[in-house]
């Protein structure tokens, strides 16, 4: 009876710490689910009409580069996400959204490489969930630049800033923060690096960093935002910059370059940047 007892508190334990997911397999190159997935999420979704979505990333196989792969990977995250909008299917009202492109561990069989994960969990109350929809806010989710996007834009930055004039918004796309969070991407390092340099040889210059997140449709919340604009802006006083030639701000999701809730992830990497606000130079 006591040996019962334990195997069941093991099971009972195992099945607290699983996490609810869904698998939804995708056709080469496509990002609508395959017939066989289309029919099993909507059975599925008859069957658990008591739960609420709260993540959903995106998989493909190895086939063509990193960059294609994570941008069809989106895709196939926006395709579920609008196909549950769509069917009035409960999903939180804040969505983590995700994709990989070739930074996770494939399997050998392709076909299972080409998928879609949503992860769930239980909701007391279904009508509030539903009254969440159409109002989602995703989650501000990590991005790597790639190391040709930074020097390219790296290459560019010193003409940018020399060319403009006071009132001037000058965007920095690359500068990439981990998860929900300020500690910033070592990819990012180089623009940095750029914009300290740029501070150096035009001792006149005076800005003001703007840090901006993407998806979040709470006005009020700018805290994000804030904080990664000060890790700039304590990276350049911390090479020797005057603290009285920069400012900082954080605008959250604010203003926007595309309009919120975004449709695909060019628009939300567009709207997740920072600015640089020319206040005064020579």
């Not at 996490?19 to 609508?32: R, T």
């Not at 979505?53 to 895709?75: E, F, H, P």
Request: charged letters at 30%.
């Amino acid at each position: 009876m006591r040996n019962n007892l334990l195997i069941y508190a093991l099971l009972l334990s195992i099945g607290c710490f699983s996490q609810n997911k869904l698998e939804v397999f995708f056709d080469f190159n496509s990002d609508s689910p395959n017939e066989a997935s289309q029919i099993k999420v909507n059975d599925w979704m008859k069957k658990n009409n008591t739960v609420e979505i709260t993540k959903i990333y995106g998989y493909c196989d190895t086939v063509d580069d990193s960059k294609y792969n994570k941008d069809l990977a989106m895709r196939r995250v926006n395709s579920m996400l609008g196909y549950f909008k769509k069917e009035n299917f409960p999903v939180a009202a804040v969505v983590e959204l995700k994709s990989f492109g070739k930074d996770f561990k494939h399997s050998k069989n392709q076909n299972e490489n080409r998928k879609v994960e949503v992860y769930y969990n239980a909701i007391k109350d279904k009508k509030q969930a539903q009254a969440n929809d159409g109002n989602v806010i995703v989650k501000d989710f990590e991005y790597k630049p790639l190391p040709e996007a930074v020097e390219e834009e790296r290459a560019s930055l010193e003409s940018k800033f020399r060319k403009s004039k006071v009132g001037d918004l000058i965007r920095i796309n690359n500068i990439s923060f981990h998860f929900n969070s300020e500690k910033l991407m070592e990819e990012s390092l180089p623009l940095l690096e750029e914009l300290y340099m740029i501070m150096v040889e035009n001792p006149a210059l005076v800005i003001q960093i703007n840090g901006h997140i993407c998806c979040n449709q709470n006005p009020n919340d700018t805290k994000l935002s804030y904080r990664r604009a000060l890790v700039i802006h304590k990276f350049l006083t911390s090479r020797g910059i005057q603290v009285n030639r920069l400012a900082f701000k954080g605008y959250g999701s604010n203003d926007p370059i595309y309009r919120l809730p975004e449709k695909n992830e060019k628009e939300r990497a567009a709207n997740r940047r920072v600015e640089i606000l020319i206040v005064a130079k020579r």
